[in-house]
């Protein structure tokens, strides 16, 4: 069976979207079938980041009862990956329920190693059904205090939910001089941390391009730190990298 993992944040801005498409890109280079959804149902941005726009199916099909959440997977340009859009629209974000969310994700744990829901920020409705469609969380969470504080409020609360906090990600680090350091971050927190996602250009520029910098720039200090997310990710799920030879 596959593992289902929300990623989850406090607040919004904090790089949730472009972790869930490159630590897709990345469990797909080491040979894992991947599954990232965009659960972002009002701001939904996780196609352009992995170079799709022109999907006719989306999420917001599914949960309007029009679709099947099958007919919603698309395969990306990258290996191993497939994804389910959502939509932009405001008229497709209305009629949209999502509190059926986790009945339809669930249903694809068997079809992938990994499924990847990218959530929206913070504990609304919206949020919580899609962070309740996972087994699983990753954190993101950025190096300031009140966004590290408010990501904690989040573990605390799906870990009473039931849910498995795997660890966080500590994105864009090093882009100010007032950074929390990691090792206060992580005593904060209270729960492991995974990654340090250092602030590089590289990803920025990755992203207008709609292509995840580990595959846009692999050689790239933020690349290679998102492979070494994946690779600690593989680890605790207790699987090891299918590409024979495979470094990672």
């Known amino acids: 069976m596959g593992r289902l993992i929300s990623i989850a944040s406090g607040k919004g801005g904090t790089g949730k979207t472009?972790?869930?498409?490159?630590?897709?890109?990345?469990?797909?280079?080491?040979?894992?079938?991947?599954?990232?959804?965009?659960?972002?149902?009002?701001?939904?941005?996780?196609?352009?980041?992995?170079?799709?726009?022109?999907?006719?199916t989306t999420i917001h099909d599914v949960l309007a009862g029009r679709a099947e959440i099958t007919d919603a997977i698309y395969a990306t340009a990258f290996e191993n990956v497939h994804l389910i859009p959502a939509a932009i629209d405001w008229e497709h974000v209305i009629r949209a329920?999502?509190?059926?969310?986790?009945?339809?994700?669930?249903?694809?744990?068997?079809?992938?190693?990994?499924v990847l829901i990218d959530c929206p920020a913070?504990?609304?409705?919206?949020a919580m059904n899609a962070m309740l469609s996972g087994d699983e969380v990753l954190l993101v969470t950025n190096p300031e205090i009140s966004c590290i504080t408010d990501t904690m409020k989040v573990s605390i609360v799906l870990k009473r939910a039931g849910l498995v906090i795997l660890g966080f990600v500590l994105n864009r680090y090093g882009r100010s001089d007032n950074d929390i350091p990691p090792d206060v971050a992580e005593e904060v927190m209270e729960v492991p941390m995974l990654a340090v996602i250092p602030e590089d250009p590289s990803i920025r520029e990755a992203t207008l391009e709609g292509i995840p910098a580990v595959e846009y720039k692999p050689t790239s200090k933020g690349a290679e730190a998102y492979m070494g997310l994946a690779k600690?990710?593989?680890?605790?799920?207790?699987?090891?990298?299918?590409?024979?030879?495979s470094a990672y």
């Open 18 to 56: 472009t972790t869930t498409a490159n630590l897709s890109v990345a469990l797909g280079r080491m040979g894992f079938k991947v599954l990232a959804v965009d659960a972002d149902l009002t701001m939904a941005n996780l196609s352009l980041v992995m170079g799709i726009d022109d999907a006719g």
């Open 97 to 114: 329920d999502p509190r059926k969310l986790p009945e339809n994700i669930k249903k694809l744990k068997s079809q992938f190693d990994f």
């Open 122 to 126: 913070g504990l609304q409705m919206d």
């Open 232 to 245: 600690e990710v593989a680890r605790i799920s207790g699987l090891k990298a299918k590409v024979l030879g």
